[in-house]
């Protein structure tokens, strides 16, 4: 008799113990699910505005010269281009020379401005304190590379930094990139970005449509998490 209660205790014991310790395990994961919603709900979602959008056609993408067109007579200077009375949206490059004659594939673009049309510009030679040069013999550059581009500056209004890889960029929907792939990409540029895109901070996107597929692009589009702003070329 004496056995059998004991016996009969201990297996209640046991099942208590056992309930108590599946009480327990789901008290824990109550306490983790409710932690990981407080945490989850304390992380706002990303704010950021697209300032402003232009759409460029006659985009001086390159410029180049040929070996036989360097002239001679030249210093160290900058280019301008013309369309008749139209300065190409401000378009202006740097170049070096050597012995007199402008250097080969040293011709930097520091602005790329935009043409009226794809007419092949003036070109006016200055010195770097902008008067107009007079060589020995004139240098001739080819006809210039014309592209379609996009501008575009975004802002981070959030309290939060964002991950350049989490943040998407679509043309008219399509060709997806994040902003990572943009800096390193042929076809667009960020300036002054790196992996973050901290509070605040105010980036510049220009993206080369190339013009030759004849492709008009529309909408410019930003993704980051939730939140998607869509706004129109102008």
């Known amino acids: ?24 395990s789901s008290f824990d994961a ?6 990981d919603a407080i945490e989850s709900a304390s992380v706002p979602d990303p704010s950021f505005t697209i300032d402003d959008v232009n759409l460029e056609q006659h985009v001086i993408h390159e410029v180049s010269i ?10 160290d200077g900058i280019l301008r281009a013309n369309v008749g009375s139209d300065e190409c949206g401000g378009f202006s490059a740097t ?19 935009f ?14 304190s902008l008067v107009v040069q007079t060589p020995t013999s004139v240098a001739n550059f080819s006809s210039p590379v014309f592209r379609q581009y996009i501008y575009a500056n975004i802002t981070n209004h959030g309290e939060d930094l964002l991950k350049t890889d989490d943040i998407w960029v679509f043309y008219n929907g399509e060709e997806p990139e994040t902003l990572t792939e ?8 960020i300036s002054g970005v790196g992996t973050n ?30 939140t998607t702003l869509v706004r129109s070329t102008s």
């Not at 040929?66 to 210093?75: H, K, P, S």
């Not at 250097?103 to 401005?113: K, P, Y």
């Open 115 to 128: 043409c009226p049309d794809s007419s092949t510009p003036t070109w006016t030679i200055f010195d770097t």
């Open 66 to 75: 040929t070996a036989a067109n360097r002239g001679t007579g030249y210093v």
């Open 197 to 226: 895109w901290y509070s605040g901070q105010t980036i510049p996107l220009f993206w080369d449509g190339e013009s030759s597929l004849n492709t008009e692009y529309e909408r410019l589009a930003f993704t980051a998490g939730p």
């Open 95 to 113: 170049f070096s020379t050597t012995g007199g004659e402008i250097d080969v594939g040293n011709v930097v673009i520091t602005n790329h401005g």
């Open 1 to 24: 008799m004496g056995a059998s209660a004991g016996i009969g205790g201990l297996i209640i014991g046991i099942a208590m113990l056992m309930v108590f310790t599946m009480a327990i």
């Open 182 to 189: 943009s800096q390193d990409s042929t076809r667009s540029e």
């Open 30 to 35: 109550q306490v983790a699910t409710g932690l």
